[in-house]
């Protein structure tokens, strides 16, 4: 059931997006409509102050953040050549098409938002590299953001892109302790692979629960994202052999979350090798 206080929100934000498609508001004028808006619903949908205050903040990272363009330092003794843009006409981004009507229509963000995300993503999926170059090539990078910059949705894209343009295996490595693993694995399940990990690798599980959709899910299953770790499971090699899963196996684009642990990440790299030897 709905609670008031995510009714109210939704209303405020559809409002905001309404009244300030181009230009977001003021603080002045964010601060009126929003508690105009609460009085005129008081009524129907009463919140507390606690609810309230809780929902501004969360409308604010949604509706008031501005992402810019951002610059980039690149070593001119090993210049990078532009791809993107010659192949993003071949391309069918089913991947971030389903992300970006994600963030819209259930995170609602403002259109002008999920258009400089768009902007933002393909500058640095470009840097990555072209994933179906005949030529082997190598590139680091590194992304700065300020608090509230929109980090999280900024590599979420660039992990649907990376998908969409070709690449096969998607490491994300999210901290040193297991509970921010997890809450990265919950949310690349919604905002990427859409399906539940914990599912998809259970050997138990019936097919259909399997491949249930969930958050991006539910926007279009026509290509999936095969999950190699779960909410519950860090990189197991163990689990994988249960479910008959390897990267010969899928021909799915494969994301792992991993912690920065020293032991896992071995047995990652020595999977990896073997996967690609076999490969050969």
């Not at 991947?95 to 640095?124: C, G, M, P």
């Not at 295996?169 to 914990?198: C, H, P, W, Y």
Request: overall charge positive; hydrophobic content about 35%; charged content about 30%.
């Amino acid at each position: 059931m709905t609670s008031n206080i995510e009714i109210l929100e939704s209303m405020i934000s559809s409002a905001l997006n309404t009244l300030y498609k181009e230009i977001p508001p003021t603080e002045e004028e964010f601060i009126i409509l929003t508690d105009k808006m609460r009085k005129s619903n008081q009524a129907v949908f009463p919140v507390t102050d606690d609810e309230f205050s809780e929902c501004l903040a969360r409308i604010r990272a949604q509706q008031i953040v501005q992402m810019d363009v951002g610059v980039f330092i690149y070593d001119r003794n090993t210049p990078h050549k532009s791809w993107l843009p010659s192949r993003k006409a071949d391309l069918d981004f089913f991947f971030w098409k389903r992300y970006k009507k994600f963030l819209e229509e259930v995170r609602h963000w403002n259109t002008r938002v999920t258009a400089k995300l768009d902007q933002v993503s393909d500058e640095i999926v470009d840097l990555l590299g072209d994933p179906k170059s005949e030529n082997a090539f190598q590139r680091r990078g590194l992304v700065l953001g300020d608090v509230q910059s929109g980090k999280t949705a900024n590599y979420t894209a660039i992990c649907n892109k990376a998908a969409d343009t070709g690449y096969r295996i998607i490491i994300v490595l999210a901290g040193m302790v297991e509970n921010l693993r997890q809450q990265t694995q919950s949310r690349l399940d919604a905002e990427f692979s859409g399906r539940k990990s914990e599912y998809y690798l259970d050997p138990k599980a019936e097919l259909e629960i399997k491949n249930s959709p969930v958050g991006v899910g539910r926007y279009g299953q026509q290509k999936r994202i095969a999950a190699f770790t779960s909410v519950s499971k860090d990189f197991d090699i163990n689990v994988l052999k249960s479910n008959d899963l390897n990267l010969q196996s899928v021909s799915d684009p494969v994301v792992l979350v991993v912690k920065k642990n020293k032991s896992i990440l071995n047995n990652l790299i020595k999977w990896l090798s073997k996967s690609r030897d076999s490969a050969t």
